[in-house]
């Protein structure tokens, strides 16, 4: 099968990459960005791809295998990557007085001539679009060879192509959506240049996961630890479909962090799938009292990782478990990057994820005890291996929900009586959102919305109820839309559906008096608050 290799130097959005070039139907590799690259590591691939970081080539930036270079094979550079190879082969890079960020214009002209074997790749360009780039170096020599064919707005070089070579560079994004045409120079790479054959598909990669999970479980046990969300419960159907119901544990913990009415409905989607071993915790007063003077998010996070494990420990041990058991996650890939555990242990910590960074789960992750069939794939891919495991669109099509609960959407400390005032406002800002229709009528809004929810800020504001003075906290909603959770745009709601909402909210839910609509994009704001 051909696939494309890419060398992962820490971007956020390193996945990104590899998610695109799966959509075109071609198998995409991440590994770290200075491994040894051996003959097994290259069987099948048609090219690499170098991809961003936020790292200097100066700095901590790391370097690939210098047999990246005598390979033979294709190379794109995007960012550090373009950076990377000008800097290794001959040529120089240099800090730019003001960091390029965003949506930046880049030219590319049609050149009078052009190598053959640079016109595949220059044809996916169409004179002036609009780039995102993210760096604060850039290119201010030119490695030997090397060719300029795009300039930014700015007058940097943007677009670059070796003249004997298949080695190809931008100084921007071309998997975010943002980049306009970013899809098509992909393309052309993956296929003008590297010639890749579309043979990868969702239903090969579900078969190919199903024996690794067979081959490292063996004839053990495994314990996945279940939400309810769309992540876990396709988890916990891949698990059940590979192993079997006899094999597959499903702990589902009630920490009173969760949606209205969610365990019952987790219950029934679990016993739907077949789930043999249920075991549903009923644990609230624990989690409140570990949280109890907290309000940091990185400290509430930390502490309902942690308490996750340990009450699990203690419900294995009751359950008879075995010693040798796995512990499955339903870890996306995102989580990763963002909890800074990239493939190449290079990415930034953005936030620390409930699964990911607490310390009794890195043990239990260095000792090799977790199972994250997951931890490769977005939150659409992960919806579509679930269409594929039969689940049912109501599972499959829910919006995200955080592992860490509502404590992550009450602003500050959080009590009891807040999470109660926040599960109201939710439940009804999601009934209506599915009650109420796009302009055209084709769809709900919520089935529109990537991500929608509220938050309890700390705050409290002046209202009148009647003709009372009304002292109430201040609820913030918060829907946007996004292709993968790594970039997002606010959702323009109607403003008679906001408006008829937030009426609703300070109507019927007791604390509160104000509703604010959050209109920040990601970047710079994250799609959760905390």
Partial sequence: MDKILILDFGSQTTALIGRRIREMGVYADITGGGVKLEAATLDGVRGIVLSGSPESVYGAGIAPDP???????????????????TADSGGLVSALPKREYGGVQVSVPRPEHTPPHVKPFLDAFKGSFTAWMSHGDTLTRLAPGFIEYGTSVTGFPAVLGHESKNWFGVQFHPEVTHTEGGSEILAAFVFGVCRCKKDWTMEGYLEEVKDE???RVGSGTVLLLISGGVDSTVAGALLLEALGPERVHLMYMDTGLMRK?????????????????????????????????LSAPEDKRKAIGDLFITIQEREVARLGLPDSYLLAQGTLYTDLIESGKGVGNNAHLIKSHHNVGSPLVELKRRAGKILEPLDRLYKDEVRALGRLLRLDEAVVGRHPFPGPGLAVRILGELTREKCEILREADAIFIDELRKRRTADGSKSLYDDIWQAFAVLLPVRSVGVAGDARKYGWVAALRAVTSADGMTADVYPLPPKDLIEISTLITNNVEGIGRVTYDVSSKPPATIEWE
Avoid: W
């Fill in 261 to 293: 009415d969610e365990t019952a409905l987790v219950k029934t989607n679990l016993e739907r799938l077949g789930a043999r071993h249920l075991h549903i915790i009923h644990c609230a007063d624990q989690f409140f009292a570990a949280l109890s003077g």
């Fill in 67 to 85: 047999y990246v270079y005598r390979c033979g094979l294709p190379l794109l550079g995007i960012c550090y990557g373009l950076q990377r190879m």
């Fill in 213 to 215: 999970l067979r081959r």
